[in-house]
């Protein structure tokens, strides 16, 4: 089992700037990426960030220039630095590990989630 646990979300006007948190603690061998995704009201989950254990990063074409993501390995914990918040971006965000339980097979954890809201 993996447990991830957010922090860092809040309130903030448009073009301000917050940093999300994920620490993963459990059984984390094998997590081969961890992201975080975010859904607004009435939406579907969105991908916004994902990085692989080797550093390599992906982002949501809505958030590309303005949202980094980065993980420490040493303390199993991810983050997501956004700049330049939209009112558009507000959204409950999701912390998520992707763990290959065996060869090809592939499980999903979720954080609790941690609410952002960006006014206009």
């Known amino acids: 089992q993996v447990q991830l646990v957010e922090s860092g979300g809040g309130l903030v006007q448009a073009g301000g700037s917050l940093r999300l948190s994920c620490a993963a603690s459990?059984?984390?061998?094998?997590?081969?990426?961890m992201g975080w995704y975010r859904q607004a009201p009435g939406k579907q989950r969105e991908l916004v960030a994902g990085?692989?254990?080797?550093?390599?990063?992906n982002y949501g074409d809505s958030v590309k220039g303005r949202f980094t993501i980065s993980r420490d390995n040493a303390k199993n914990t991810v983050y997501l630095q956004m700049n330049s918040l939209k009112p558009e971006d507000t959204a409950v965000y999701y912390c998520?590990?992707?763990?290959?339980?065996?060869?090809?097979?592939?499980?999903?954890?979720w954080g609790q989630g941690t609410q952002v809201t960006v006014s206009s």
């Open positions: 459990g059984s984390l061998f094998r997590i081969n990426v």
């Open positions: 998520n590990a992707r763990q290959e339980v065996v060869a090809g097979l592939m499980h999903d954890y």
């Open positions: 990085i692989t254990r080797v550093g390599s990063t």
